[in-house]
């Protein structure tokens, strides 16, 4: 392979080495430039000489201050760099360019599991709700024994499984921010994919009752929509494990009735809502796989669908891209609130958001969490932005959605269940990442990781940094992948394998 590196903007002055092994020093690239030491693949070479304090050029943005001269044809390390200041919140852009809308995308549609309240799933699951840790391991127990004992005669339905977490008691129910568990928690037990009403085992004495994850009327709504089969087992009621385990069991076998009646119908492209997410980013995550995910982000917003992308701290630094994107000044604003809410979040624990790049975000060439926001947003591809949520609301919007959530793949996750129906997730160190709830497809920045672990990535977006493949061509394959996903034709390997992580609801609250 002759030498390469891709310089995204013309204005950066740093570009990242493609070639997988890196190049020694002395390599001289077909612009003339030469390498005067080794660089690792995915880390920066400088473009042209640099003096102490000159800005650091990447995506056309500042990514840093030199620390000292910096000779051209040299590796550009993290401790070259000085972390600039986020963009302030105040005095940005508000909505002064959100893009025209593309010409909309019709035919496309997929064979999803239509629900009473409208809503579509792209998988037939029995989910049971727990309101508390304590009665998980019971839950667990029980939906092993649902599995092998009552589940082979309902063969319309996917899978049987515990809706566990660590929140429910012992917390500040009533402190600030509690509402941002509890309400990703109810709606993950209402989630398009379960069907329609929850089934909810709790313990008795929880500060997280059934009637605060649910108000009592909308229980009794639920009460209506099960039939009024059981929806709430008590354990502290019942006698006996024995027993908690029968009422279980009984209560299972009746919503499996229920669920195994559903049936795949077609439904357009527009029902579904695409959570993105990156994990393990490296510096080809911005110009690879979160580019053909902001492409297929694009074709959902012009099918009519929904797509969120999320990750507070790796959009903070790109916000200034992102206000003048707004569909309107009340959307910006909410974008800002979303920010700030976060960077009060972060001081309160003495932290920001320089806290997040990984030792493995490093590797990968990533200096800081500038950089790693500007590869990130690109995610969210090139539509208007339509609607901001809050942590833990639910996305009701069509379009492009900013759904705020923290950056840790296992919470962004979990907090996007409350929304999404399909989830697309891009890496560049790799990660086996997968969720119970609905399907994890994920797509890599580098052919290397494809290649290393064939198994586990389901899209290799790498073809784009060689130049085997588009933007757009793997966009088009992203998007083709995630209808064949929701239909149930077509596998991810997380859901091949059963790899599904545990949920873990965003407490930003006391523990007591
Ligand atoms: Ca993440």
Request: charge should be positive; charged fraction near 25%; glycine fraction near 8%.
């Given at each position: 392979m002759e030498p390469l590196y891709i310089r995204v903007h013309e204005r950066d002055n740093v570009a990242i080495i493609v070639n997988p092994e890196g190049l020694p020093a002395g390599t001289r690239f077909p612009d003339g430039l030469t390498l005067i030491e080794n660089i690792p693949q995915a880390h920066k070479v400088a473009l042209r000489e640099l003096s102490r304090g000159e800005p650091v050029i990447r995506y056309g943005e500042i990514i840093g201050w030199a620390t000292g001269a910096v000779k051209a044809g040299s590796w550009v390390r993290e401790d070259l760099l000085v972390l600039p200041q986020p963009p302030p919140l105040d005095g940005l852009s508000l909505a002064t360019a959100p893009p025209a809308a593309q010409p909309p995308l019709t035919g496309y549609c997929f064979e999803g599991f239509r629900n009473q309240d409208g809503s579509v799933g792209t998988k037939n699951i029995l989910g049971i709700t727990t309101t508390v840790q304590c009665v998980a391991p019971t839950v667990d127990y029980a939906v092993q024994r649902i599995k092998k004992e009552i589940l082979p005669r309902f063969p319309n339905v996917d899978d049987v499984i515990a809706i566990t977490h660590t929140y429910g008691c012992g917390v500040a129910i009533d402190a600030p921010g509690a509402e941002i568990p509890i309400s990703t928690l109810k709606h993950i037990s209402t989630h398009p994919n379960l069907g329609g009403a929850p089934l909810i085992v709790s313990l008795g004495c929880e500060k997280l009752q059934p009637e605060r994850l649910f108000r009592a009327p909308d229980l009794a709504q639920l009460q209506v929509l099960n039939n009024d089969d059981p929806l709430l087992i008590r354990m502290q009621d019942e006698r006996g494990f024995g027993e908690v385990v029968r009422a279980i069991l009984s209560?299972?076998?009746?919503?499996?009735?229920?669920?195994?009646?559903?049936?795949?119908?077609?439904?357009?492209?527009?029902?579904?809502?695409?959570?993105?997410?990156?994990?393990?980013?490296?510096?080809?995550?911005g110009v690879t796989c979160n580019p053909a995910v902001g492409y297929a982000a694009d074709l959902l917003?012009?099918?009519?669908?929904?797509?969120?992308?999320?990750?507070?701290?790796?959009?903070?630094?790109?916000?200034?891209?992102?206000?003048?994107?707004?569909?309107?000044?009340?959307?910006?604003?909410?974008?800002?609130?979303?920010?700030?809410?976060?960077?009060?979040?972060?001081?309160?624990?003495?932290?920001?958001?320089?806290?997040n790049p990984t030792p493995g975000n490093k590797r990968g060439g990533l200096a800081n969490v500038v950089e790693k926001a500007l590869g990130s947003?690109?995610?969210?591809?090139?539509?208007?932005?339509?609607?901001?949520?809050?942590?833990?609301?639910?996305?009701?919007?069509?379009?492009l959605v900013f759904a705020a959530t923290p950056a840790s793949d296992f919470i962004c996750g979990t907090q996007q269940l409350a929304s999404m129906n399909l989830h697309i997730f891009t890496t560049g160190e790799g990660s086996p990442y997968g969720l119970a709830m609905v399907p994890v497809i994920k797509v890599s920045s580098r052919t290397a990781l494809a290649e290393r672990w064939p198994d586990l990535i389901d899209i290799d977006a790498g073809r784009i940094a060689t130049g085997t493949a588009t933007i757009e061509e793997v966009g088009w394959e992203i998007f083709r992948f995630m209808l064949d996903v929701a239909s149930g034709k077509k596998k991810t390997w997380a859901d091949h394998w059963g790899l599904h992580n545990a949920l873990a609801p965003f407490n930003p609250g006391p523990v007591t």
């Open positions: 209560a299972a076998e009746k919503r499996l009735e229920q669920l195994n009646r559903r049936q795949r119908t077609t439904v357009p492209a527009s029902e579904l809502v695409v959570g993105s997410q990156c994990g393990g980013s490296d510096a080809f995550s917003v012009r099918a009519g669908a929904t797509v969120m992308f999320s990750e507070v701290t790796e959009v903070r630094d790109a916000v200034h891209l992102l206000t003048p994107r707004a569909i309107n000044q009340d959307v910006a604003r909410a974008l800002i609130r979303e920010m700030k809410w976060y960077d009060d979040y972060l001081a309160r624990g003495s932290a920001d958001r320089s806290d947003v690109a995610k969210a591809g090139t539509s208007a932005l339509m609607a901001v949520a809050a942590q833990g609301e639910k996305v009701t919007a069509k379009g």
